[in-house]
């Protein structure tokens, strides 16, 4: 279907605060609270991002500042961190980037996968261009009903046209299809399809009088 593709270029905020390896601990902590942001790209050279460091990578100063270190290999890297002062050693590297044409699903799936709350966005090169955070790709869902509908009706519903006695409408992101509908393949197809227009939160079927949730 050709629905349209919001890219991560579409929704990334282009102005990125960022820091060089050499910043202090200090000076990281003053910058996420002045910009609230969660975490910053660490660039070198001309804007090459190296690494990310983020509010987990500055919590075990404060964790392990009376506490002796951990006994448990696995935690041994944080408990090196707590005697950090600089970014290039703060830093988890190589940083977790996303491309600036990927999908908003892509970038989603790198943040669920990678448990991280915001993404350098790169150009092919590894230079910075922007950052995308969580609520960057959700966005797309305050897209007006109205929107929503037109796209519908003109990229969706332009391929699989529904019968004359079938209609749809949006409310709140949900599209519903109403109406008796006999060829049960077109369903799932028209599912897919609408599921695939930014914005839309559910689609809902009402094809027997009663509305359900599609499959």
């Known amino acids: 279907m050709p629905a ?3 890219t991560v270029s579409d929704v990334m905020s282009h102005t990125a605060i960022a820091v060089g390896r050499e910043a202090s601990y200090k000076e990281i902590v003053q910058l996420m609270h002045q910009w609230k942001v969660s975490a910053l ?3 070198e050279g001309e804007g090459r991002v190296v690494g990310v460091v983020s509010e987990a990578d500055l919590l ?3 964790e392990y ?3 002796e270190p951990p006994r448990h290999t696995e935690r041994l890297d944080e408990a090196a961190k ?5 970014a290039e050693e703060l830093m988890s590297s190589p940083a977790v980037t996303v491309h600036p044409d990927a999908t908003l699903a892509e970038a989603a799936r790198i943040m669920a996968r990678k448990a991280v709350k915001r993404l ?3 150009n092919g090169v590894g230079m910075l261009e922007g950052v995308v955070s969580r609520s960057d790709l959700l966005t797309v869902f305050l897209r007006p009903d109205e929107e929503i509908e037109a796209e519908v009706r003109q990229l969706v519903l332009g391929e699989l046209p529904l019968p004359a006695h079938v209609g749809f409408s949006v409310l709140e992101g949900v599209v519903t299809l109403q109406g008796p509908l006999r060829d049960r393949a ?4 028209l599912a897919r399809a609408i599921r695939a227009v930014e914005g839309v939160v559910d689609v809902r079927l009402a094809l027997d009088g009663e509305a359900r949730a599609a499959a």
């Open 4 to 6: 349209t593709r919001y």
């Open 186 to 189: 077109l369903v799932p197809l």
């Open 65 to 67: 500042r009376r506490d």
């Open 60 to 62: 075990p100063k404060e």
């Open 41 to 43: 790209p660490v660039l």
């Open 120 to 122: 350098p966005v790169v």
């Open 82 to 86: 707590a005697g950090a002062v600089l």
